[in-house]
């Protein structure tokens, strides 16, 4: 097969971020109704089920009615800070996913409508190939909270602002233990690119870094919780303490698109998990990766992922939040001991084993 | 024919002659005592208002009376009445745990000179009651630390509930006090509004914090926005059309609210509802019980962000609403007591549907048990959290699982039974701390025992009558007023004349789901009752509430108002 | 095939970066387009329970906020060490080992000092 000039290469890699944007912002519309629904049936309620089947369109409801709703900026807020706070919000949240491999390389179809050097070739579903992918995903993460700051300040609010406080303690507090936690995924792979940590955990749910590296697991799961601010560990925005948080004055789209963030980053925590840990798009056995012929990596990985949400959402029906400085002790004095001394374990163990 | 005018002759009420406090009061004060009295068995001590103090004091640290529960403080217009002396009273309302005793203390006020030694150095819940009776009445309290309007907002111009104030009178609504909180000049502190419009002031709460990050450092709550003065009501309604605004107090348990209401008056009237009645009230007293119970425990764990609790609990208080909706059609405002026993009798199949309510109570309670009890966050969260000690409970005037919660086994269920609680077989659970834990503990543990209670009074539920056979109390049946002249002439009669009852006062109190419900009903003998003072557990609860919160976090002031369980409607009357 | 990719490795995220920017902005004026506003001063006042706010959220907040940010800024750097170092751990064996140990240990120094004096507290 000839090598691709660089429009080609472009071509193909726009072509896969707007399919990755599209699809994460569907799916963001469809784990609002999940989330409901499954809420609903953990408390004995029926959730939204009147729009369409099964009340499925409800996301779709949703969404005009958010567009239709009263853009809407308090008079004592900084009026253009304000509105930027969820485009800032939302775009990191997505940039995070450039470099996430979602599953080995898709082959494209030879269909007479591709154009000629598109037929038959491997396509690998990551946007971008990093050799520092998962230096890159420590930094946009960081990021991420510059929208939420920028939300809760520039409304003027005080619960707004003491939520965007929170979340910035919360989310620095995190980051280090999040980030800590894959150090150990990285020894084992001796590569800081995601595919290679994917692909080192091929051949069977015993190499899975799930169970190899189960402590760094557990303080990934806590971590990435706190992260991205789910139950218990919702505090930017504990309805029942600071009204709704950093997000107090925000209605009509730029409120959608703060909640799209959060989902967003719900959704690329939990990809990660799967990759760094789940082993990616592997199968727990081996002859389970294929079925007749077509490889099922894809599916494998969509059911880590939709598992791992599932998680966040079961969190969500069973557990109270946590006080804050009960988070802030929990993170610093448990997490961050605890990962440091994962690591220098786990080299101590591969040392001792490649001796 | 008068009602009697002795004291209940078989009630355990008044379990001593009052000789011993007045001897004491006599000795330790003399000349200070005006008058000492006894009414169905509420002892009442007149004190001249130069040692209306140091009678508080007396009776609070002398160990042969230890009034130390605080239990209410109020005022009584007596303009235009001829037994009066001076038209103000000031009436306080104490009850000593170890001796098992109520007194009223009483003193009065001349309408060209309404002042009084302040009492909130002596009890710390008399704060509030002050001033109300200042909001209310215009009465002021000498020393008082901040004698501002209470009850009535802060541009409201004259005294409510005097007898010459003009009802018709219009108001333009008045605005808010942007500041209810002090805050010293050299702080750099955040001062926030935490309610009345916010999630987790269940209500409409208001308290004002001076925040440090995310510590309290001081808080004062601002309250009234639900403020309609059922006492003024009250005193232009017959006793019974009282019972339906009796509901609205607190309205998580209303039925309550109306047995109290009943006993209260037919205290007053010297009579007792038929032993069937008095079953089925404790039977529903009980139910709404736990309905309190479980909405405040509900809610509170809502306020901790876990929200399903809040429906497993739900799902019992939909079976104990399905029973009262039986017996009375209604659901929330029911209205079914009436002075003197029941408005009708219950349903055949009342016994099925209490069945049907207790198993599903067993069932949420335990799975509320296994969600949270063991829960490390929830145990957390509350643990250590907003700790009263008991003397200072009781100096608030704390009652109810609070109260018991911080160590003090008070029930007046068990210690001055009413409607036949001494034939049933419960235990008071106690907390041994006093935070919010042992709060919730106490409430789990004691709709267990509710639940205990009403098993026993279906099994025994005795036959019979459900209201008084007493014409000057108890309409006659429907029937009868279409057939005989007698009965519509009775009907006539008691509907526009109303209940007549003797001239007198007496304080009637029940164990609400809050604590101690009490009503302090004055008479004068004519239809409408002359002052109605309703002593809600809530006020004094969250009276405690800012010292409870003060130097923790806003988390925990979220996490104790939930566990105090205080009430808009029962608190702001 | 990254080997040989004619384009560098970061085009595809400032594409990535362009269309998500761009659907954030387009929602927003899509939005201002057909949400029309009908303020009202009781609307656009700042929401404080149904109370006027007293003062502004702008005012000065506890310095204790900032301190975990700045905590947080020291730790990150040196965790960002132990990337490049696990990368290259195995070449550098009981070597890489000890040094590390050694660094994570002056690294725990400073970490003791903060948790005694109550910076990690709340």
Redesign the interface.
Known sequence: MTALTWPQELAIRSALALTVVAFLLGLFSVMTYIERRLLAFMQFRLGPNRTGPLGLFQPVADGIKLFFKEEFVPQAANRWAFIAAPAVAITTALMAVAVIPYGGAVTMPRFDLLPEWLRGRPIPLQIAHLDVGVLYLFAVSTLGVYGIVLAGWSANNKWSLIGALRSSAQMFSYELALGLSWVGPILLAESLRIEDIVACQAGGIHRWNAIIQLPAFMIYLFAATAEVGRLPFDLPEAEAELVAGFHTEYASMKFALLQMAEYVNMITVSVLATDFFLGGWHAPLVSLQSAAGVNLGLLWFGGKTGALLFLFIWLRGTLPRLRYDQLMRFGWKVLVPAAVMHILGTAAVILWLTR | MPFPDSALSDSQRSDRPPSSIAGIMHANLPGGVVMIREFRGDLSITVKRETWAAAAVLLRDHLDCDFKLFLDLCAVDRQGRVDRSERFEIVLHLYSVSTKRHIRVTTPLPESDPRLDTLTKVFKGANWFEREAYDLFGIVFRGHPNLKRILTHESFVGHPMRKDYPTARRHAPGKCAERVLDVPQDSQGMVVNLGPSHPSMHGTFRVQLLLDGETIVDAAPDLGYMHRNFEKMAEARTYWQIIPYTDRLNYCSPFMNGHGWALAVEKLLGIKAPPRAEAVRVVLSELSRVMDHIVCIGANVVDLGAITPFFVTFRAREAIYDVLEACCGARLTVSYVRIGGLAQDVPEDFDALCRKAISAAREVIDQADRLLTRNVIFVRRMREVGVLSADDALSYGWTGPCLRGSGVAYDVRKNHPYSGYEQYDFDVPTGAVGDSFDRYLVRMEEMRQSLRIVEQALASLPGGPVIVDDKRVALPPKSAVFENIEALMNHFKLVFEGILPPAGEIYGYTEAANGELGYFVVSDGRKCPWRVKVRPPCFNLYQAYPRLIKGGMIADAIAIIGGLNVIAGELDR | ??A????P?????L???A???G???L??L???L??????T?A????????????????????V??YL??VI?IL??VD??F??PW??V??EL??F??IE??LF?CI??GG?AYA?KTGA???
């Open positions: 095939m990254t040989s990719s004619p384009l490795s970061y085009v595809p995220i594409v990535l970066g269309i998500a920017a659907f954030a902005i929602t927003i899509f939005s201002h057909i949400g029309r506003p009908r303020s001063p609307k656009s006042a700042t929401y404080e329970c149904g109370m006027p706010p007293v003062g502004t959220a702008h005012a000065r907040f506890p204790k906020f975990v940010c947080f730790f990150d965790a960002a132990l990337y696990a990368l751990f195995r064996g009981i890489g080992l590390m140990a994570v690294l725990g970490f948790w990690l507290d709340w």
